[in-house]
Structure formats: C-alpha cells, structure tokens
C-alpha cells in the first residue's frame, strides 16, 4: 500500500521523551498515513494515555537471542540499528520518516518537505568534517565493503524508501551469505554500526537513482531545524520540558 508511515523504535526508557514527539506529531505532522511504535517486548508497555494523543500502531519485539559478544551502549543499541533498517516487516508503507523518541517536530511538517528536484533528499559531509562521528566510519566501509569519503548522518529528518531498503538488505546478505541483517551484525561480531551512515553511503556509492544527493559542508548545521533532537541518555531536564512546552505552544499564524 503507498503511503509515507512515520516510524519510531522505543525503550521503556525512553518513553519519557515520547510521550513528546507524539504531541508533536500530532501537532505539526500532515501527509502522513500512521505512526508505528516498535517497542521492546518485555514488561513495559506504551502507556494507554499515549493512545489518547494520537493513534498508534504498537509492535512488541523480542529481543534477540544470538548477539555479538560486545557490544558497545548495550544490546539495545545495535538492536535498534537493526530494527530501524528493517522497518519494512513492520508496515506496508512505501515510505517511513525515521524519528527518535528524543525527536520532536517544530514546525508543520509533511513529506514534500523532505524532498528536493522532486526526489526525497539525502545529505552527505565530509567525513574529515565529521568531529566525533567520525568513528561509524570503519564500520559503515566495513559492513558495505567499499571506502567512502562522505558521511552519509548528517542532518536529521530521514524519510526510508522500501525499495533501497530492500536492495541494501540484498547486498548485505549476499556478501556475508547470510539471510538477515542481524545475522550478519553476530557473524561479524559488530561493537557498533550506524543505520544512517549505512544506508545513506549505500546510496551514495551503489549509485542509487532513487534520492536526490545532497553534499553540505560545516556551515550548515547537523540538527535541521524542522526537528528538535535531544540525546535521551542524559535525562529530561526541567529546562528540556520548558523548551518541548514551548515548541507545543508555538502559534504559527503569529511568526
């Protein structure tokens, strides 16, 4: 079925920040067909008055039972890359904007906004540019098996097509002769990966036709300022819950 679905992987403990990218969502989201929330399947569940804000279409999942024997942030961390790139098992949408918990949207938002010459964009920085993100790089080459000179993590707001999703799937498990992406994080024993980095250089050095490719250099900056993004570990500070306040309060007919 066509449609652009919004696609949110969850933790108990990040249902604290949710609970806001759902009023967001249901404040400046247009377009968009449903929200899917793929939680962990273990005692916590997405609490009913999240129900209440907007509808939602909740998947538990099981965490997996083989796993690398480290890794790095915990198993959740990889599992969520995983459950990310293969967000495709969960809906039968066209399309998916990948949001965080710790994500909310400031402004109206619908598809149209993500693209560019008519194709959904993808942005791409010099990896030399990067600061810190500079450490997905040796996995991301590794998993895809070529070098890349770009990151492909640079501004958020990413929208998922199912045909380069499904095409990167192919190429991943034909190379490591595997028939999931997940086994190939356990066979090759991966600390870490990026899902961004990872389907974004796909595009960039398969020559995928389907995004229009963006390069950006360090003027601009990482966050778009169409989503707020916070990092979950560090907490919900009163000042956060003010700032998300005000994003909710925010009254465009008055800017």
């Known amino acids: 079925m066509s449609g652009v679905d919004i696609f949110i992987k969850t933790y108990h403990k990040d249902f604290v920040?949710?609970?806001w990218c759902l009023k967001s969502i249901k404040k400046y989201a247009t377009g968009f067909r449903n929200i899917i929330i793929v939680s962990d399947n273990d005692t916590h569940k997405i609490p009913d008055s999240f129900l209440e804000i907007i509808?939602?279409?909740?998947?538990y999942v099981d965490l997996p039972r083989t796993r690398p024997t480290y890794v790095?942030?915990?198993?959740?961390?990889?599992?969520?890359?995983?459950?990310?790139?293969?967000?495709y098992d969960y809906t039968d949408a066209e399309e998916v904007l990948i949001l965080d918990s710790d994500e909310m949207l400031t402004v109206p938002t619908s598809p149209e906004h993500f693209k560019t010459d008519s194709k959904y964009h993808w942005f791409f920085?010099?990896?030399?540019?990067?600061?810190?993100?500079?450490?997905?790089?040796?996995?991301?080459?590794?998993?895809?098996?070529?070098?890349?000179?770009f990151s492909g993590m640079c501004i958020t707001g990413f929208i998922l097509q199912k045909q380069t999703s499904l095409a990167?799937?192919?190429?991943?498990?034909?190379?490591?002769?595997?028939?999931?992406?997940?086994?190939?994080f356990v066979k090759n024993n991966m600390k870490t990966a990026s899902e961004f980095n990872i389907y974004g250089c796909f595009i960039k050095y398969f020559d995928r036709q389907e995004y229009t490719q963006l390069l950006i250099d360090h003027k601009i900056k990482y966050i778009n300022n169409t989503i707020k993004k916070d990092w979950s570990w560090g907490g919900?500070?009163?000042?956060?819950?003010?700032?998300?306040?005000k994003i909710l309060e925010h009254d465009e007919k008055k800017s």
């Open 72 to 87: 790095e942030h915990g198993l959740g961390y990889l599992w969520q890359q995983y459950i990310k790139l293969t967000w």
């Open 17 to 19: 920040w949710l609970e």
């Open 168 to 184: 990167l799937k192919n190429h991943l498990c034909s190379k490591n002769n595997v028939d999931s992406i997940w086994e190939i």
């Open 55 to 59: 509808p939602l279409k909740v998947v």
């Open 125 to 149: 920085r010099h990896w030399n540019e990067m600061g810190d993100a500079r450490c997905w790089r040796e996995s991301t080459e590794n998993l895809l098996g070529v070098e890349t000179e």
């Open 236 to 245: 919900l500070t009163n000042k956060q819950i003010l700032d998300r306040e």
